[in-house]
């Protein structure tokens, strides 16, 4: 592959397998596709720092992010997004043909896997809770698959992350599922069900802003059948600017700790520019280094 289509300073993307410390606490991961390069940052900088957290709750881009952060592989996700996103067979045409969907996301299991194998052994033996959330298309409501109780929890990462309108549904436990944003973008209300009280949410949007809100929506495409599944997705924007605004509420009163991109960002879901998408991971990797005094006085408090 052309090295213009390969992040220029890649080899500067840590490396190395997190500790076995583990810190009590449960780390929320927003979506966004490949702006999950900033998340993909902070979690590189918290393992770097043995900040490895007991619970990891991810959504789309964060459920596949989450993966790699619970089986403590530094850098992993930053090389795969940073090393192949114009590997057609990962994104593009030919990820269209073979998988229905423009990003082919077999390839992060399979191709990748082979190039710098997934530690499946240590995910699974490491006490690190792994919750990848996707949208049960039956019922429009989020389902949260959780490793040690899925038949496939793979397969529950990558529904979380498939796009609706075009991609297919993903089958988990005999259940119809799509992208886990579609009915819960930001799942710090299941972290606080579970009962947890250190709750850090990693956002990959700056704090003031919100979507464009559609409700007009009218079901004339591939979800006629589904009209619960619809409605989640017909609301689910407004349903994100409540929760950005209960998560800034949230963090002012102390109940969450929020790492996001101070300024706006210009990413696209898709994108292609190398350099803004190296750019992005550092830009999380920072913001996590310059709040990690903060974030282990929130730990300790």
């Not at 952060?69 to 090389?79: F, L, M, N, T, V």
């Not at 082979?114 to 389902?143: H, M, Q, W």
């Not at 007009?216 to 689910?236: A, D, H, V």
Request: charged share 25%; with cysteine; hydrophobic share 35%.
């Amino acid at each position: 592959m052309s090295s213009k289509k390969v992040y220029s300073k890649i080899e500067r993307i840590p490396k190395g397998k997190a500790k076995d410390k583990i810190t009590e606490g449960c780390l929320v991961l927003e979506g966004g596709a490949f702006r999950g390069l900033f998340t993909q940052g902070v979690l590189d900088c918290f393992m770097r720092h043995d900040i490895n957290f007991s619970c990891v709750i991810g959504v789309s881009a964060g459920a596949l992010s989450g993966l790699n952060y619970a089986s403590g592989q530094i850098g992993r996700s930053a090389r795969l997004n940073l090393g192949y996103r114009h590997d057609p067979d990962y994104v593009g045409i030919k990820a269209l043909v073979h998988s229905k969907s423009p990003i082919r996301l077999d390839f992060c299991f399979d191709d990748y896997g082979l190039i710098e194998p997934f530690d499946e052994e240590r995910f699974f033996s490491r006490p690190v809770r792994y919750i990848a959330v996707a949208t049960n298309c039956l019922t429009g409501k989020p389902v949260f698959f959780e490793k040690d109780n899925c038949k496939n929890i793979y397969d529950a990462a990558k529904a979380s992350a498939s796009m609706p309108f075009i991609s297919p549904m993903v089958n988990v436990d005999g259940i119809p599922c799509l992208d886990g944003g579609c009915s819960c973008k930001i799942p710090y209300e299941k972290a606080m069900e579970l009962g947890y009280d250190k709750i850090i949410v990693v956002r990959t949007r700056d704090k003031d802003y919100r979507k464009k809100v559609n409700e007009n929506m009218l079901n004339i495409g591939p979800y006629r059948n589904y009209p619960m599944f619809f409605e989640s997705l017909k609301n689910s924007n407004s349903d994100y600017n409540r929760q950005c605004d209960e998560i800034s509420r949230l963090e002012e009163e102390g109940k969450l700790f929020v790492i996001q991109p101070e300024d706006p960002v210009t990413v696209k879901r898709i994108e292609g520019n190398m350099s803004k998408l190296g750019h992005l991971y550092w830009t999380g990797y920072k913001s996590a280094l310059k709040k990690i005094r903060g974030l282990r006085a929130f730990i300790n408090q």
